[in-house]
């Protein structure tokens, strides 16, 4: 049983949800349409509309999100493109405002 779905992500590639725990968020990763990777935070109470969406980089392999709840950190795996080093992203999911709270790190 779903209480609501919504087109992540526009890309024709896989894609991948999960639950954010006690943050009661949905992260997904997927492909948009020019194919860059990306990932995006949705509020289940509202999937129309993503609460922060960003394009990662352009690499073809579909991510892997792993969300560590007591560090309320979401990691990423999969294969990286062969282009010079870029930062890395972290999302920090413990805030009230996941929309606001995305840095990148090296």
Known sequence: MYLQEAAAHTGVKGSRAMFLG????????????????????????????????????????LLMPFFDPDSSIIFLAGKVP???????LRVKCGSSDLATDVSRWW
């Not at 968020?25 to 509202?46: C, E, H, L, M």
């Not at 282009?83 to 890395?88: D, E, G, K, Q």
């Open 82 to 88: 062969t282009a010079p080093p870029r930062p890395s």
């Open 22 to 61: 006690r943050t009661e968020k949905v992260f997904t990763v997927g492909f948009s349409r020019t194919s860059d990777r990306q990932y995006a935070i949705w509020d289940p109470s509202n999937m129309g509309t993503a609460l922060a969406q960003e394009n990662i980089d352009t690499g073809s392999g």
